[in-house]
C-alpha cells in the first residue's frame, strides 16, 4: 500500500527555553481558534519546553492545547541543564527574561544582578553543542522587549541585539531582527517587542516582508494592513463571560475612582455587539483616560508634582484607561494600572484573568485556572501573545 506524503512527512521539531505558560509555543503548533478565526495545526512538535517559574509550567502542563501531542514543560533553571539532556531540534524557540531590558523593569540590561540579561547565552551555548555533535539546528527565533535595543554589553559600545547577530552569525545563520508592533499581526494589544531570527547559511534567510504578505493573505486582522475594527477593545471584550478578578488596594482603588469611567459608557459596548462600520464610529468611542483626567486638586503630593512640570516628567500617561474604540496597550507581568492598561472602560476595577488572556490573544479553551489569581495575570503578562508566534 503507498504511504501518502502526510503519512511520510517528518514533524519540525521545536524546543522552547524561557517557555512561560506556552504563549509562544502554542503559535508555533497552532491548532486553536480566536476571534472567530481559526489557526490551523502545524506539522511542527515541541520536543523540549522549559521554565524556571514553577507557576508557569503548571499552567503550561495543565493545557491539552500545549501537551496533547508535545513534550512537558520541565520547571529547572536552564543553566543547570546539561548540554547532553537536550533532544535534538530543527528550530529555537526562546523569549529569555525581559525584565532586564524592559521600560517596566529596572533596566539593567546584562547587569542584572540575577544573571537575566545574559540568558541569551544559554541559547547560544545549546547550539554550539548540537553543532559540534553534528546536528545543526536549521533556525531559531528569540524574542524581547523593545529595551533591548539600546542596552549595552559590559565594553558600553555594543548593542545586546549586535552582540547576538555577531555570535549567531558565527555559528552559521543568516540573522534578521526587527521591532514589530503585536497589533499589525492579529494581536489586539500594542506590544512592540524585537524578533531575533536566525536560519542556518546553508538553507536561506529570513524575510519580514513575507510576514507581512502572509497576514494580508490569511486575512488576519492587522492595525496597519486592515481589519482593525477587530482589534479594538469592544471587538474583544463584548461576549466575555464574568469572571472574578484581583481586587486593586485602597488607595489604587480610590485613584482609579477619581479618574473615572470612560465618557462613552456602556452604550459604546453595545456598539460592538453587532457588525458596525469603523468609519462611522462615534469619536468618543476612542477616547481613554488617565491620571490627567482627575482634577488638579485631587492629585495626590506625588502626581501633583509631575501636573506642575509635565516636561521634566515627560508627561507620562500613568494609569491609563483604554476606550472601547481603542487597540489596548500592552499588557505587563505585574498588572499594575499605573504603568499598564488593565482597568476596565467602564467598570472601576482591573481587567479579569480572561480578559487580559483575550487581550494577550489566548484563545477561550486555554486554561489558567490551575494556579493563583495572581500568578495568572504574571504568567499571562509575561507571555508572548501566541498569535505573534
Not at 509562544?24 to 502545524?42: I, M, Q
Not at 552582540?163 to 497589533?183: D, T
Not at 474583544?236 to 463571560?241: N, Q
Not at 495575570?377 to 508566534?389: C, E, H, Q, S, W
Amino acid at each position: 500500500m503507498p504511504t501518502s506524503k502526510k503519512q511520510t512527512q517528518k514533524k519540525i521539531k521545536v524546543l522552547s527555553l524561557f517557555s512561560g505558560c506556552g504563549g509562544l509555543d502554542l503559535g508555533f503548533l497552532g491548532g486553536f481558534s480566536f476571534s472567530g478565526k481559526e489557526y490551523k495545526r502545524l506539522n511542527t512538535d515541541v520536543v523540549f519546553a522549559n521554565d524556571f517559574d514553577s507557576d508557569a509550567v503548571n499552567c503550561y502542563n495543565s493545557n491539552a492545547l500545549l501537551v496533547k501531542d508535545s513534550a512537558k514543560s520541565i520547571c529547572k533553571d536552564v543553566r543547570e541543564i546539561e548540554d547532553e539532556e537536550f533532544p535534538d531540534f530543527d528550530i529555537m524557540i526562546a523569549g529569555f527574561p525581559c525584565q532586564p531590558f524592559s521600560n517596566a523593569g529596572n533596566r539593567k540590561g546584562v547587569n542584572d544582578k540575577n544573571g537575566r540579561g545574559t540568558l541569551f547565552e544559554e541559547c547560544e551555548r545549546i547550539l554550539k553543542y548540537k553543532i559540534s555533535q553534528k546536528k545543526k539546528p536549521k533556525a531559531f527565533l528569540f524574542e524581547n522587549v523593545r529595551g533591548i535595543l539600546s542596552s549595552k554589553m559590559p565594553d558600553g559600545k555594543t548593542t545586546v541585539p549586535n552582540e547576538i547577530k555577531a555570535r549567531m552569525e558565527k555559528l552559521g545563520y543568516n540573522v534578521s531582527m526587527q521591532l514589530v508592533c503585536a497589533s499589525d499581526y492579529g494581536v489586539p494589544q500594542k506590544r512592540y517587542r524585537v524578533l531575533i531570527v536566525g536560519v542556518d547559511k546553508k538553507i536561506g534567510s529570513f524575510d519580514f516582508e513575507k510576514i507581512k504578505e502572509l497576514v494580508q493573505k490569511e486575512n488576519i486582522p492587522s492595525e496597519s494592513f486592515g481589519k482593525q475594527e477587530k482589534l479594538l477593545l469592544g471587538s474583544i471584550l463584548k461576549d466575555v463571560p464574568k469572571e472574578d478578578y484581583w481586587e486593586y488596594t485602597k488607595a489604587t482603588q480610590n485613584m482609579i475612582e477619581k479618574i473615572g469611567p470612560c465618557a462613552h459608557g456602556v452604550k459604546a459596548l453595545n456598539f460592538f455587539k453587532k457588525e458596525f462600520d469603523f468609519d462611522k464610529m462615534p469619536e468618543s468611542y476612542r477616547v481613554g483616560k488617565s491620571w490627567k483626567d482627575i482634577p488638579p486638586e485631587d492629585l495626590t503630593p506625588r502626581f501633583k508634582k509631575i501636573y506642575d512640570d509635565p516636561k521634566k516628567y515627560h508627561s507620562p500617561k500613568f494609569f491609563r484607561r483604554f476606550a472601547f474604540g481603542e487597540i489596548n496597550g500592552t499588557i505587563t507581568a505585574s498588572s499594575q494600572p499605573e504603568n499598564c492598561g488593565i482597568t476596565h472602560p467602564i467598570e472601576n476595577r482591573r481587567f479579569t484573568v480572561r480578559e487580559i488572556a483575550r487581550i494577550q490573544s489566548f484563545p477561550d479553551n486555554f486554561d489558567f485556572s490551575k494556579i493563583p489569581l495572581q500568578s495568572r495575570y504574571k504568567v499571562i503578562g509575561n507571555a508572548v501573545p501566541p498569535i505573534l508566534g
